[in-house]
């Protein structure tokens, strides 16, 4: 079997601002906070922290804040929205710097965007989606300011989202999709409230996620991908059931995904490496004790020893089987 190749990877993670002049770097600003989170997290679970600049990257996050609305923009001069917003604050946790930040009216605006249903809108232009709400919940968290949630209307939203397979969709009725079950597991277990899952029966459909190939794919008959191997590990190891999976084969799947050219990790061997891909992809193999990776909190998915020293860890057992 192949192995991580972690030096590549640490350089196409520096690599990635260096090409402002193409334009897929310009394609792609909608999402700049979201990869600078990625980045980060991945070079820290591959320890490897120091490989970007601390200071840039703290500078790059206090531009994008929106003074008006009260929240992060993924860019600069963009809108304020809970997907950058958790970004944002997960960047400063880790580098230590969530003094730069309003904290009072980060939570006004996050508290704003919830809706009379229990769920969140993502900003002030209304899309509506249970990942919103996880944003919220998490970012909450993370700031020592849940008890200003009102969690069982929260909870109460989350669980019309469960379906008859045990999984959750993106909103009421909508399909089980693998990685809205990671967003409201996650934000169940946030909120102490795991009581509300099916465990035997979405344990089942998490399992049956795997392909005789090794990969995961995200709901019954798709193809296999590699951030899967986050998505659905995540919720198997807040369930206790990361051992239903093959760890060997998904661990070589993963791997097959490497570019051992340029580094990065691609959605599924052959395609092309991305960051997000790169990051999820070292998510799993972190979550299945993967030598020499630090170990990932696998609900807010960020450092486990972060978020312990934070006293957030509800002692989840991500490390069930080891692979040596
Ligand atoms: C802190 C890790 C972390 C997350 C923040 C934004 C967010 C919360 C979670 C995103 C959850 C989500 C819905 C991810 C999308 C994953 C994905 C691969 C979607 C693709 O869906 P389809 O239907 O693909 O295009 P399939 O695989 O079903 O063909
Ligand atoms: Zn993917």
Known sequence: MSRLLVPLHVQSIQNLGKSQDELVYHLTAHLRMNAVYWGLTALCIMDHKDALDRQE???FVTSCWDDEAGGFGAHPDHDAHLLSTL??????????????????RVVKFILSLQQPSGVFAGDRFGEIDTR???CAVNALSLLGRLSELDVEKTVGYIVQCRNFDGGFGSSIGAESHAAQVFVCVGALAILDRLDEVDVPTLSWWLAERQLPNGGLNGRPEKLEDV????WVLSAMSILNKVHWIDAEKLTSFILSAQDTDNGGIADRPGDMPDVFHTLFGV???SILGYPGLKDLDPVYCMPADLIERMGLRKGWKNLERRTS
């Open 283 to 285: 998510a799993g193999l």
């Open 227 to 230: 951030c899967y191997s986050f």
């Open 132 to 134: 919103f709400l996880f």
């Open 57 to 59: 990257m703290i500078d």
């Open 87 to 104: 970004s944002a604050i997960q960047i400063l946790i880790i580098q230590d710097a969530l003094d730069c930040v309003d904290v009072d």
